[in-house]
């Protein structure tokens, strides 16, 4: 029976062990190098979990020996113990335990900890307050402390190992260091017992006394009580840690993507971008930065509701990340899209993908059965050609615009002349200032062909800037900054005279060329414009009809009585009037019916689409059809192949205008073209352009 209570009272002392080193180390893998609010907590947890089960064990050992006679602890010498070996403990952990501890710190908190085990049983036993006192053998007490601290450092190291390598499983690997913590506290607290010794008849010296048995009990119930408290408050803890950082995690990963389309809003493709731009500095690499822009969104907002908006946003989200790179794709705000092209792009790659991109883009969304359609303006920025990291989207913006204000549907790469930042803007107004003064600008004419005979009746005139350091610059770049700071009336002014010029210079030469000219949303508000045109046409003897003036279709229906105004005086003077890029605006019918007009002219973006797509083809037919009906001329720009030409010929298109034909021109080479034939390609000038005779002086 004794021999049973002794295998018990070991079996308990062990588990008991075991449970306050898994306890313990439970706390201290939470002790950070540096000792913040939260270290000291799980210090003080820790060494109250070592403290306590070292006590309660010295407690049990003691109680195990069945001495003969009644023994008693002193309540506060037993408190004081407890709280002695608390602190030991705590240095000792906080010596040996901090995350990834050096070798002589492992031995150093080792001792400490060794001195907590021995010297709480020693002072336990010296609470019992027995005389005469215990004869201790100092020999065996230096072996069990010597005992004592090689198992702390085993588990010690042990347990500083699993933190910095394992991290799965760790409990079980946890579980082995308790292991050899408890091993080392059992063995050298027994060895301690074994070191004291008695003599003779003993009593206990305290009158106050806490019984043996009582103490434990209290050791036994009340240290497993604490421990298994600790054990679970640490592991909720632990657990509500992960949950919340899992959770930040997750609001992290939200605030990086864009809740619409889930794709990485602009400050994640910002950091991908970065990381990509170094990778290609390193590597001597190249990049290509697609900004897209939806053409055509805003109708399909108003015209659908917002939620089909967001489904067409979505859709075209889906097909940009099917042909990018995982990552490479991000929304960057209401209408537009980035698309990096990370390895290595040649400038026809680039193309090539934005070509794709366009083709995309403009299959229709199917929305509740009905179709929608946007097509996409594109900028293409190339790292490290055209700029810095920090100004790359700045500029892939900067070519989107331009390609926006070609009609759309189209790319364009970024160019020096494109800058889109408030210095370069100061700056390229500043030259713009001068630049009538210097005679810089010029106009460049796009001939028009006649569909039915391929002749080439009239030509429309485009304004180019020939900048001393830029080149050659478009009127997407300047017309803008002319209007936005108030120069757009004296070029507008230049513009007329400049057509008029020209077209009498033609005239004189033998060439009757009907040109066309853009006029801007700033000159249809200038009071005196119909007046300028008329006085322009007259000092130059010019009969009005060669002249058109183009408008845009927005421009046309912004103000609409003021517009159908001075559409009526254009018209009584003579002049047509043609609505330009139409298709891309609001008209409504009976106002277009009401505006007196004679030409219609179809947005590129349409005939860009007219081979791929049967949508495309029914609104050219339907806009050719309109025209007709309102006996109004149509002309299609922006025809750049023979399948495009074909199809408008069939659909009836009265004229057509392109690349495929001709690129605006110097009016010097346009009229070498007309007396000589040699031009871009064999096309015949219609013969009633020409007088009878074709005097060598044309320019
Ligand atoms: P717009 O009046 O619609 O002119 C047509 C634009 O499309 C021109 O660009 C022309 O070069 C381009 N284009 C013609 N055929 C093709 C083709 O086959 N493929 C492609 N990709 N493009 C083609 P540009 O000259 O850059 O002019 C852009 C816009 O600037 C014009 O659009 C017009 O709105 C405005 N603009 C041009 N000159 C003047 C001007 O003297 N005064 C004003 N107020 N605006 C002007
Ligand atoms: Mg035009
Ligand atoms: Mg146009």
Not at 12 to 27: C, N
Not at 46 to 54: D, E, K, Q, V
Not at 489 to 494: I, Q
Not at 515 to 540: C, F, G, T, W, Y
Request: hydrophobic fraction near 45%.
């Amino acid at each position: 029976m004794t021999e049973f209570f002794a295998q018990a009272t070991l079996g308990l002392q062990s588990a008991l062990a075991f449970l306050a080193a898994f306890v313990t180390f439970d706390l201290s893998k939470r002790l950070q190098a540096k000792l913040t609010v939260d270290s000291a907590f799980y210090l003080i947890g820790a060494s109250l979990a070592l403290s306590t089960g070292l006590c309660s064990l010295a407690v049990l050992g003691v109680d195990s020996q069945n001495l003969l006679f009644d023994l008693g602890y002193h309540p506060l010498l037993a408190f004081g113990v407890w709280l002695g070996t608390a602190v030991l403990c705590s240095l000792g952990l906080a010596v040996g335990c901090r995350s990834r501890s050096a070798a002589l710190s492992t031995w150093m908190g080792s001792g400490l900890l060794a001195c907590g085990i021995v010297v709480s049983q020693v002072v336990f036993i010296h609470a019992l307050g027995l005389s005469p006192g215990v004869i201790w053998s100092t020999q065996t007490l230096i072996a069990a402390t010597c005992l004592a601290a090689v198992g702390c450092a085993a588990a010690l190291w042990f347990q500083s190992e699993v933190r910095a390598r394992i991290r799965h499983g760790h409990l079980a690997w946890q579980a082995v260091s308790a292991l050899l913590l408890a091993i080392a506290i059992v063995g050298s607290q027994a060895a301690v017992i074994n070191a004291a010794a008695l003599d003779g008849q003993v009593s206990s010296a305290w009158s106050v006394r806490v019984p043996s048995a009582s103490m434990a009990m209290l050791a036994t119930v009340g240290s497993i009580g604490l421990l298994v408290m600790l054990l679970l408050l640490s592991q909720i803890e632990l657990r509500l840690k992960a949950s919340l950082s899992l959770a930040k995690g997750e609001l992290e990963k939200q605030s990086l993507r864009d809740p619409l389309t889930q794709l990485p809003n602009r400050s994640m493709f910002e950091g991908m971008l970065a990381q990509c731009v170094q990778k290609a500095d390193a590597t001597g690499g190249r990049l290509a930065l697609l900004l897209i822009n939806l053409d055509g969104f805003k109708p399909i907002n108003e015209m659908f509701g917002h939620r089909a908006g967001d489904r067409v946003l979505r859709e075209i989200a889906a097909r940009l990340r099917s042909m990018a790179q995982p990552h490479m794709v991000a929304r960057l705000g209401s209408d537009e899209f980035l698309l990096l092209l990370p390895d290595d792009p040649s400038a026809e790659e680039a193309s090539s993908v934005a070509t794709r991109v366009l083709a995309s883009t403009c299959l229709p969304c199917r929305i509740d059965g009905r179709e929608a359609i946007v097509t996409s303006s594109i900028g293409i920025a190339k790292y490290p050609k055209h700029g810095a990291l920090s100004t790359l989207i700045a500029h892939a913006d900067a070519a989107m615009r331009v390609a926006k204000a070609s009609g759309g549907a189209t790319y364009c790469f970024f160019e020096a002349s494109m800058v889109s930042g408030l210095r370069e803007q100061t700056e390229l107004l500043r030259d713009l200032r001068c630049a009538l003064e210097k005679g810089e600008l010029e106009l460049f004419y796009q001939p028009k062909i006649h569909a039915p005979t391929g002749e080439i009746t009239g030509a429309e005139a485009l304004m180019r800037w020939q900048h001393p350091k830029l080149g050659l610059v478009g009127p997407s770049i300047f017309i803008p900054i002319a209007e936005r700071y108030g120069l757009i009336g004296a070029l507008g002014n230049w513009l007329i005279d400049e057509a008029c010029r020209q077209i009498r210079t033609w005239r004189d030469g033998g060439l009757r060329m009907r040109v066309a000219i853009n006029l801007s949303v700033h000159q249809l508000r200038q009071p005196d414009l119909v007046d300028r045109i008329a006085r322009a046409l007259k000092e130059r003897d010019i009969n009005p009809g060669l002249l058109t003036c183009e408008i845009t279709e927005s421009v046309a229906m912004e103000d609409a009585e003021g517009t159908i105004e001075i559409f009526k005086r254009l018209t009584q003077l003579g002049v047509s009037v043609s609505i330009d890029d139409f298709g891309t605006g609001h008209s409504s019918l009976a106002y277009l019916r009401k505006l007196p007009t004679s030409e219609l002219k179809i947005d590129r973006s349409f005939v860009l689409d007219l081979e791929t797509s049967e949508d495309a083809r029914k609104v050219a037919s339907a806009i050719i059809n309109l025209a007709k009906s309102l006996d109004l001329k149509v002309v299609a720009e922006g025809v750049e192949t023979e399948g495009q030409n074909k199809i408008l010929r069939e659909f009836g298109c009265d004229q057509l205008q392109g690349y495929l034909f001709a690129k605006p021109m110097s009016a010097k080479a346009l009229a070498l073209w007309a007396m000589d034939d040699v031009g871009p390609r064999t096309m015949n000038f219609r013969s009633s352009l020409f007088k009878e005779t074709r005097p060598p002086e044309l320019v």
